[in-house]
């Protein structure tokens, strides 16, 4: 996937300032940096939910299309988690898994409650195939939001602060969910607080700060030796609490 020279203002708020990025199949990419830096718009973008003011996106070497049938099968592409769990309140665990699967992908409904089942036990909630979003937990929630994504095969997963919301006690059982996808090799972008899953899972960290890619660099270096200013001012504020 690659970002060129993509710009994006609200107002005179210039939001993505001159983005470029390229993100290989596979990898992990951490994207961290102070609140207002253009991080979730980043996300928001790739996924079409923000315009872009000029510059190009593309997803194995396609263009991002602008509106009908095109955007929809890149929607599907594109599995997007956010800080919300975004859940259809009134439709089972189960239902909420299998409705992107038929109604998008045309999956007969025997196949999409199968495959359906198999990611609910992947991500641990299995067991609450049957019941209401409202009768799990947190974390619970954003475990089947990770599934809902998956079981339409995306090519790359968009994480937006996806633990920001919940309870502390819920956060690692989100991110261990997101590591093994890591590991299994699912081209992931992470926009997240957790410094300590961007140390572990991630292939490289990407450092924004008003609205540029400031540096980016493996988590080790970007860690240890953070090449510029605002970084290093970052770091220092996070790490030492």
């Known amino acids: 996937m690659v970002l060129d020279h993509v710009n994006k203002h609200?107002?005179?708020l210039h939001v993505l300032n001159d983005i470029n990025l390229t993100v290989d199949r596979g990898e992990v990419v951490i994207v961290i940096g102070p609140s207002g830096?253009?991080?979730?718009?980043?996300?928001?973008?790739?996924?079409?939910?923000?315009?872009i003011d000029d510059g190009t996106i593309t997803i194995d070497g396609e263009t991002l299309p602008e509106e009908g049938?095109?955007?929809?099968?890149?929607?599907a592409d594109v599995g997007m988690v956010f800080q919300s769990f975004n859940l259809f309140a009134h439709k089972t665990?189960?239902?909420?898994?299998?409705?992107?699967?038929?109604?998008?992908?045309?999956?007969?409904?025997?196949?999409a409650r199968e495959e359906a089942m198999a990611l609910l036990e992947r991500v641990g909630v299995a067991n609450q195939a049957q019941k209401y979003p409202a009768q799990l937990s947190g974390g619970q929630q954003q475990r089947v939001a990770i599934a809902r994504s998956l079981a339409m095969h995306p090519k790359v997963m968009?994480?937006?602060?996806?633990?920001?919301?919940?309870?502390?006690?819920?956060?690692?059982?989100?991110?261990?969910?997101?590591?093994?996808l890591a590991k299994e090799g699912m081209t992931m972008i992470v926009v997240t607080h957790e410094m300590g899953f961007a140390r572990k899972a991630a292939n490289r960290v990407v450092f924004m700060a008003d609205g540029k890619v400031v540096e980016q660099a493996?988590?080790?270096?970007?860690?240890?030796?953070?090449?510029?200013?605002?970084?290093?001012?970052?770091?220092?504020?996070?790490?030492?609490?």
Do not use: Y
């Open 69 to 75: 049938r095109p955007l929809a099968r890149l929607r």
């Open 37 to 51: 830096s253009g991080k979730s718009t980043l996300c928001r973008s790739i996924n079409r939910l923000e315009t």
């Open 93 to 111: 665990i189960l239902e909420n898994v299998t409705l992107g699967p038929i109604k998008v992908r045309g999956m007969p409904k025997a196949k």
């Open 218 to 241: 493996t988590p080790e270096e970007f860690f240890t030796n953070p090449q510029s200013d605002r970084a290093k001012d970052f770091l220092s504020k996070i790490l030492t609490h």
């Open 10 to 12: 609200f107002g005179e």
């Open 158 to 180: 968009l994480f937006d602060e996806p633990t920001s919301a919940l309870d502390p006690e819920m956060i690692n059982e989100v991110l261990d969910v997101m590591a093994d």
